[in-house]
């Protein structure tokens, strides 16, 4: 049986007639960018997630952009992440001219270790007139946790930090909307909505895809949430008169009417997902492969969460990764590696001085060879 890694022909089948009218409403209105079907998704997405605003914006890669920028995280700034992400979670610090941190991961969830984390502070910081500064000088401003894969950080941890050392939490939720976490001190929350802002993306294979490039900032501070809207187009608040430097980072409005159609199923689908996993589960071990390959964690679980994991990616760890590779592909099974090299590897970041094999995110790589 075939299964490519990913087909998202099904659900626009199932959706097809209204996705069309959706469109050519649009068209038909003739109003294309920052409209009312971009309103009615961020109201949309605010609820869904249990957030006070939500900013429309052209990806998630911009979400992060902008909002760096709109808190003013710039040069003799530093942000710290997670070494295990997709690029635009390290890229975007870079690029309003920060030093990324880049912090280790725990291997069982791939995300970024609170123990990592609270070594980094006590050994290579110091506190000094209310800043936390790191060894060059630099103050750190920031924590940007990944919700990777779609299951939710540990924020309990990461919370208890940010408020010891007053640093803004950044959420990147680009692979995880509407996955849960339950915070010790304000219950259960959706992922994006447990620090000051949440940066999601619905890039087309996300578990609610546009169909091209679409983004979305949850924020709980209505000073901020104006202050995005105003970056998110060139930093003008009256028409071409600027207040900041901001960009282009501006939602479509045939994007947004796609997502509208979407976004009441993104419950079930999601469901769906998991009960995906559940068979995976079963069936590796059925087959005895438990002890061979390593499954994905499911931390919280026995919580009382629903969505516990939204599971964006099912990924395992496998020893000879290459060899299993291949015996898939020729049974048309897809996979793919995600990801190859921790951001700390990557070849633009040689400059940030990290060794090679520093980080446990090297044994997750060499665990696949
Ligand atoms: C963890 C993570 N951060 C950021 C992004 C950036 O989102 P986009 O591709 O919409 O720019 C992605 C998307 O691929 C992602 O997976």
């Not at 998704?41 to 890669?61: L, N, R, W």
């Not at 949430?225 to 998110?232: H, N, S, T």
Request: hydrophobic content about 40%; aromatic content about 10%.
């Amino acid at each position: 049986m075939r299964v490519p890694l990913l087909d998202l022909s099904e659900q626009y089948r199932a959706l097809e007639a209204e996705i069309r009218a959706a469109i050519e409403k649009v068209l038909a209105s003739q109003r294309f960018i920052l409209g009312p079907e971009g309103e009615t998704f961020e109201k949309a997405v605010a609820d869904y997630c249990g957030a006070p605003h939500a900013i429309g914006v052209s990806s998630g890669t911009d979400a992060l952009l902008a909002v760096l920028m709109a808190l003013g995280v710039g040069p003799g700034d530093a942000v710290i992440t997670s070494a295990y992400s997709f690029f635009g979670t390290g890229g975007c610090i870079a690029r309003v001219g920060a030093r990324p941190i880049f912090v280790d991961v725990d291997p069982s969830t791939f995300n970024l270790s609170s123990a990592a984390l609270e070594s980094y502070i006590d050994n290579r910081c110091r506190k000094s007139r209310g800043k936390l500064l790191n060894e060059k000088g630099e103050t750190i401003r920031a924590i940007i946790p990944v919700h990777l894969f779609g299951l939710c950080c540990e924020m309990d941890s990461v919370h208890r930090i940010s408020e010891q050392y007053q640093l803004d939490v950044i959420e990147d939720a680009a692979q995880a909307i509407g996955a849960e976490y339950l915070t010790a001190h304000m219950g259960l929350r959706r992922a994006g909505t447990m620090g000051e802002v949440g940066c999601f993306s619905f890039y087309p294979s996300k578990n609610l895809g546009a169909a091209g490039d679409a983004g979305l900032i949850v924020c709980r501070d209505a000073k901020l949430a104006e202050k995005l809207r105003i970056f998110r187009q060139h930093g003008m608040e009256r028409r071409y008169y600027h207040r900041f430097i901001g960009g282009n980072f501006r939602l479509d409005e045939i994007q947004a009417a796609i997502l509208n159609v979407k976004l009441p199923h993104l419950e079930e689908w999601s469901a769906a997902r998991r009960a995906a996993a559940d068979r995976y589960r079963n069936e590796f071990e059925q087959q005895g492969l438990t002890g061979k390959i390593t499954l994905p964690a499911e931390p919280y679980r026995e919580r009382g969460l629903t969505n516990h994991h939204i599971y964006h990616q099912y990924v395992i760890r496998a020893p000879r990764r290459d060899e299993l590779r291949e015996h898939l592909d020729k049974r048309e099974i897809g996979t793919a590696i995600y990801y190859p090299l921790g951001l700390h590897e990557q070849e633009c970041f040689a400059y940030l001085g990290y060794e090679a094999q520093q980080y446990v995110v090297n044994s997750i790589a060499n665990f696949f060879e």
